[in-house]
């Protein structure tokens, strides 16, 4: 809006003088016609200088266009004091006492020298009256022009703005195509260019769950594997060492296999698009993971359950984002509390 709104007034301000002069000019070349006209009406008419329409006829009417004709040389004493060798044409002269006049001087049929003049100040004054009436529609025009363009502009930005907005209340996860409907041909090449970006974003995104996914799978048995052959292999009789590495060995594999847990669920939530979220008991979610937890739990000789007769406190969130939260807290309880312990 800010360089448009410059190249408006910059045109409309190049303009308006251009008008300005070439009116000026104009009315110039219109006032040095009428000299002529004149010059010709005494030629044509015979006309004497003291005739009515002569100067002396003219010089004393408010109206009077101050078109003065005498001729050359001249001896009446109000006449203009001009050379009597004047050439013939068109003259820009300035007199003693009467300042600048523009004298038209012409050869008549009868041999006689005539001289129209007009008083250069009033010619410029009609001349500057007529240039600011040609340039008034300018001045007029340009904050119409100004009002329309911000209209328009706004107007056509407008589903641009509201695409703004709406990309704003996305959630990382909503990667779908934005609307192109009831946007101008300037703009539509840029939205199609976004939605091409975000579908291979969401591509992207796509492979790399997949990826995380597949990796867990992949992982998941061979973990399985290994804590089986751990725990066969804590059955069988070995030094008090050899049995210090099997330890640590067999809470590696665990840990390992917490984390397989952790990167499955994290997959699961990233291939919803839509996850749908509602009222969800919190202390129903702890009861359903006991059955998971609690063997790990028994192992420690830990006591762990739901506080009962409390208050049902509801979350609106997604289920499966609430279990991978709770499994997580409690996990980390049984692994940090010792041994003979109670979690609550």
Same mark, same amino acid.
């Given at each position: 809006m800010l360089w448009i709104s410059v190249a408006i007034l910059l045109a409309a301000a190049l303009a308006g003088r251009y008008s300005y002069l070439s009116a000026f000019d104009e009315a110039? +070349?219109?006032? /040095? /016609? &009428?000299?002529r006209q004149v010059a010709d009406t005494f030629d044509r008419h015979h006309l004497k200088a003291s005739d009515p329409g002569s100067d002396a006829s =003219? $010089?004393? $009417?408010? /109206? =009077? #266009?101050r078109v003065l004709a005498q001729?050359? #040389?001249?001896t009446d004493a109000g006449a203009l004091p001009l050379p009597a060798d004047l050439r013939t044409g068109m003259h820009t002269l300035k007199l003693r006492e009467r300042? !600048?006049? $523009? &004298?038209f001087v012409k050869q008549l049929a009868s041999g006689e020298r005539l001289a129209v003049a007009q008083d250069a100040g009033f010619r410029d004054d009609i001349a500057r009256d007529n240039a600011k009436r040609t340039v008034m529609p300018f001045l007029l025009l340009a904050p119409l022009l100004l009002l329309l363009v911000a209209v328009l502009v706004r107007r056509i930005f407008r589903p641009v703005a509201r695409l703004a907005q709406e990309i704003e209340g996305r959630s990382e996860r909503e990667l779908h195509p934005m609307p192109d409907a009831g946007l101008s041909a300037e703009i539509r090449p840029f939205v199609t260019a976004i939605n091409r970006l975000l579908g291979r974003v969401s591509a992207s995104m796509q492979a790399q769950q997949r990826f995380v996914a597949d990796a867990a799978h992949e992982l998941r048995s061979p973990l399985t594997a290994m804590s089986l052959q751990a725990e066969r292999l804590a059955g069988s009789e070995m030094s008090a060492e050899a049995a210090a590495r099997l330890h640590t060995l067999r809470q590696g594999i665990d840990r390992g296999r917490r984390l397989l847990e952790q990167l499955l669920s994290l997959a699961r939530a990233q !291939? @919803? !698009?839509d996850i749908r979220r509602e009222p969800v008991s919190v202390p129903q979610a702890f009861r359903d993971l006991l059955e998971d937890l609690m063997p790990l739990a028994e192992a420690k000789g830990i006591d762990l359950g739901v506080v009962e007769?409390? !208050? +049902? @406190?509801? =979350?609106? &969130?997604a289920e499966a984002d609430l279990q991978t939260l709770l499994r997580n807290l409690v996990d980390n309880a049984i692994r940090y509390t010792p041994a003979g312990g109670r979690i609550d």
């Open positions: 110039h +070349e219109l006032q /040095d /016609d &009428v000299l =003219a $010089r004393d $009417r408010d /109206d =009077a #266009p001729f050359l #040389p001249s300042g !600048a006049f $523009r &004298v !291939a @919803v !698009a007769g409390q !208050a +049902e @406190v509801r =979350a609106t &969130v």
